[in-house]
Every structure is written in structure tokens, then in C-alpha cells.
């Protein structure tokens, strides 16, 4: 025998608007269960395998955030232009301006730093990877709130292109720049 899952007051979402169910029909999919109950997580995942587009989209963000703390951790030491950065946050606002890229850069780097995270190379690439991982977040974001399906295109040409990655989180405006593109 199959039961469906109900709401917590006991209606269901499924059924006709009738005077037991005030709820209107919504689009979401039954997850059904046996006769005996399955665990919450259980039901998760089956209310993802139901989904393999879903499931596709949430393994290449987990591709994308391994690549992009992959590349954390390999970098290295910060190169010129990124040092050039951390020099001119260190500027009052009318110095953080000559350089070719806008303040909003170097003033993030300051405030990075004024909170304890930009002490040493570790800490600075840091924020540009937590800069390169808001872009794949922008996606799902934009793509939940305009059509309520996964972003596949978008994460698979943009948030696996390793160029992006590569200057996206380095610590210069690129990745900043392609994240209020995003926006």
C-alpha cells in the first residue's frame, strides 16, 4: 500500500481545493513512501532522484566547489597585480584610486583585512574564492526565483570554465567584476 506524505495540518497539498483542503494546487511532487515510515533524509533523496536534473546541477556545484578550493589550496603565494591590491588597500580612498581597476576592490581587501581574515597570502585568496563561489550562488539564486529549475547552463559553461576560476579567484576584480555581472 502506498501513503502520501501530508501536511503538518493534515491536508493535502495534492487534492482539489475543497472545504477539508483550503490549500490550493501546487506543483511540487508527492513523495511517496511505503507502509512503514522512512526517515527524513530517506525522503530527501528520493525527492531528488525524482529530480535528475536537480541532481545533475547539485553534483557539478559540488564539482565547482572542489575546483575552486582546489585551486586554494595550490595557488601559492600571491602574485604582483594581487600584492599591488593589498598595497593600495592599505591607502586612504584617494590613493586606493590609482590603480586601473575601481576601489571597490581594494576597499573589500581593507575590510577583509580590518576584520582579522587578511593577516597572511592563505586569508586574502580566501575572499576572492569566497567571491568566485558567490557566482555559482547568484545561479541558483536568479535561477530559483525566475523559473524554479536548476541551472544547468549556466553552471556548467561558466561555473566550470577554469578560466573563470583561474582569474575569478584571484585576488584582483575580475571575479568581482563577473559576480555584479551575474548579478
Do not use: C
Request: charged content about 15%; overall charge positive.
Amino acid at each position: 500500500t502506498r501513503n502520501y506524505l501530508w501536511l503538518a495540518d493534515g491536508k493535502n497539498p495534492h487534492l482539489p481545493n475543497t472545504f477539508n483542503n483550503q490549500h490550493p494546487k501546487r506543483h511540487d511532487p508527492i513523495i511517496e513512501t511505503t507502509s512503514h515510515e522512512t526517515s527524513l533524509p530517506v525522503q530527501k533523496l528520493k525527492f531528488i532522484l525524482k529530480q535528475p536534473e536537480r541532481a545533475l546541477a547539485l553534483f557539478i556545484t559540488l564539482v565547482i566547489v572542489w575546483l575552486h578550493f582546489f585551486f586554494l589550496f595550490h595557488a601559492g603565494g600571491l602574485w604582483r597585480d594581487e600584492v599591488n591590491v593589498v598595497n593600495l588597500s592599505t591607502r586612504s580612498l584617494p590613493g586606493m584610486t590609482e590603480d586601473s581597476f575601481p576601489v571597490l576592490m581594494p576597499l573589500l581587501v581593507h575590510g577583509w583585512s580590518s576584520i582579522g581574515f587578511g593577516s597572511n597570502d592563505f586569508g586574502l585568496r580566501l575572499l576572492a574564492t569566497l567571491i568566485g563561489l558567490a557566482i555559482p550562488a547568484v545561479f541558483w539564486a536568479a535561477s530559483w526565483t525566475a523559473r524554479r529549475s536548476p541551472p544547468l547552463i549556466g553552471l556548467t559553461l561558466f561555473g566550470l570554465n577554469s578560466t573563470v576560476i583561474f582569474w575569478g579567484d584571484s585576488l584582483r576584480a575580475y571575479g568581482l567584476g563577473s559576480l555584479l555581472a551575474a548579478l
